[in-house]
Structures are given as C-alpha cells and as structure tokens.
C-alpha cells in the first residue's frame, strides 16, 4: 500500500534530471521536463540561497516537481515542492518539520536494509541506485545492476519509484522495463553532446511523469 506521512507523488515521476545549477533548471523546464531536481554539494546555506529560492519560482512558474538535494532547511523557508535526502541525512533531518511544512519527500536506497529503513519513514518516493557505474558521485557500493532493480521494483510496486545511476539513452528501455517510475539522470543530459536532443529522446521514452500532485 502506498500510504505516505508526506505528501504522495504520482506514480510515475518520468524523466528526473538531478542538476547543479539554475540555468539547467530553466533550460530544462523550457525543453518539457516536469520532474527535477538541484543538486549543490558542498556549500553553506548561505551560498545556495539565492539559487535556491530562484530555482523553487522556476519550478513554480512551470508547474514542475521541483526537489531540492540535501538543504532541507532552505526548501522548507521557500516552500519547495519536495526534499531529497540520503540515508545517511535522516538522523540529521528534522523529518516532521518537513512533513509539516508539506512538502514531498524521497530517499536514496543502495539495498534492502536501505529499502527498510526508507519505508519505515513513509517517504513520498524511493530511489534506488546505483544501477550502473557512474563518474558523477564517488559510490562506496557496487552498481545493483538490472536484476537486483527488477527485484526491488517487485516489492515496492505500489510505492513511486526512481532508478539512478550510470543510466544513459541506450539503457533506458532496459531500466523502463523493470517498470519503475523514473529515471534520474545527470551525465546522460549535462554531458550529451547535444542536451536538447538528449532530453527530448528521454522524455519520450520515460515521459514527463503522470499528472502533478
Ligand atoms: C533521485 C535521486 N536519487 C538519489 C540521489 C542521491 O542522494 P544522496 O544519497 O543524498 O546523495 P547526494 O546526491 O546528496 O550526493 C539523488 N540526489 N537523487
Ligand atoms: C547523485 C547520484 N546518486 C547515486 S548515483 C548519482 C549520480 C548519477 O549520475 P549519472 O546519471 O551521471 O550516473
Ligand atoms: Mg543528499
């Protein structure tokens, strides 16, 4: 059963460019994206900001998913569609502080201790990573692979789901076919030789996930 103590999500979030930077918001949200998210590592609060809150009034002005990675705080002060967080950041996280303010929540899952303790907290979806090597992020754990993904997908099925990880053009059918939700992707847009082409082929194999909620 899908019952979260966050505000739900549809069922599928379709296409979800993770980005750094709020021009690849707005080109993004311009070129049909629905669900996406900004991703600054390792800055204070007060250097993400102004970022931040100009990245919530794009998400806004498109009527996107917009979900901010790791500055729980700041999403919460400029009401931001949703939270990403990892497991490692749920004991730090004022959860019911988010839960309050209402907004979206998902959680990063490397495996099925991970997976319980992200359905322990009722998130508004689940990411499940990584499926395939990746440059972007430094993982301390082997990719899952397409098998172990279909395994997961298998027992969240009611649940909104998210693959990511090393997940190009030509993976993608493979990865739609375990039949999650999404696919989160980085390299495979920020990285293609042509972005626009790129997002377009994306979207029209994962879509722009099901109507907003
Ligand atoms: C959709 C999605 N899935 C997983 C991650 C990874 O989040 P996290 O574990 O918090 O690691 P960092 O991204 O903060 O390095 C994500 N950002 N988005
Ligand atoms: C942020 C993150 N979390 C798990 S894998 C990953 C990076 C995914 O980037 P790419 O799509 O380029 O492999
Ligand atoms: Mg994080």
Redesign the pocket.
């Known amino acids: 059963m899908y019952q979260p103590d966050f505000p739900a999500v549809p069922h599928r979030l379709g296409l979800?460019p993770?980005v750094d930077s709020v021009e690849w918001i707005a080109r993004l949200l311009e070129a049909g994206v629905r669900t996406i998210?900004l991703?600054i590592?390792d800055k204070s609060d007060d250097e993400v900001e102004a970022d931040v809150t100009a990245a919530i009034a794009l998400g806004r002005r498109y009527r996107a998913r917009l979900f901010i990675?790791?500055y729980w705080q700041l999403a919460i002060k400029h009401q931001a569609y949703g939270v990403?967080?990892?497991q490692e950041?749920l004991g730090t996280t004022d959860l019911d502080a988010i839960r309050q303010a209402g907004l979206r929540l998902?959680v990063?899952t490397h495996d099925d201790m991970e997976i319980d303790v992200a359905l322990a907290v009722k998130p508004s979806y689940i990411?499940l990573?990584h499926v395939f090597p990746t440059q972007t992020?430094q993982m301390p754990s082997s990719p899952q692979g397409l098998a172990q993904l279909a395994v997961h997908i298998a027992r969240l099925k009611n649940y909104p789901t998210?693959a990511?990880g090393g997940i190009s053009l030509d993976r993608t059918p493979a990865v739609l076919a375990t039949g999650v939700g999404s696919i989160?992707v980085v390299s495979a847009i920020t990285q293609a030789p042509d972005w626009h082409m790129a997002t377009a082929q994306l979207l029209e194999m994962a879509g722009a996930g099901d109507e907003r909620s």
């Open positions: 979800y993770v998210q991703r590592k990675n790791d990403h967080l990892g950041d998902g990063s990411a990573g992020k998210v990511i989160a």
